[in-house]
């Protein structure tokens, strides 16, 4: 019984080991052309940023009973973030777009997380202490009213809504990937 139930577990680790192949981690890095608040691109190569949703670029949000380009703000937050450095992303899954869903770098600094501490993104499947944070400081959008992204989206035509691409949602997407076709 025993060596039959080794068996089986062996013989399940292999076939997991052979699946491994097919999720393929991209690693681009370069100058990046920052598109918005959460999305660049390096050589030619799409990124949205993992994790984190901003304000898209024509997006308005509202302080002071007054309303302000945020989404403007959120692209000229990456902007600064990345000051010229050059940029390394690393992901393996694509969002509907084709963008590649990447942790991005640039002169040591974790991109994805600093946008969610400055205020200028929200977190979206990961990064939800540093949102708690941003929101208790009042940084960013945090500081006014918004429509999550999300939301902002759908209400302006976007009839696809993302789906959240954390950590758990990458872990399940891995799962996913590996026993398809079982």
Known sequence: MDYGVTLIVLGLAILLAARLDRVETRKTEGVAIVNDGDSITLGGERIRMRGIDAPEYSQIC????????CGKLARQSLVRLI???????????RDRYGRLL???KAGGKDLNRAQVEAGWAVAFGDFETEEAAARAGKAGIWGGTFDEPKNWRESHGHELVERKHGTLASIGDALREIFRFW
């Open 62 to 69: 509202r302080k002071n009973g007054a309303d302000y380009p």
């Open 102 to 104: 990447g942790d991005c």
């Open 83 to 93: 000051a010229g450095k050059a940029v390394s992303c690393s992901g393996w899954q």
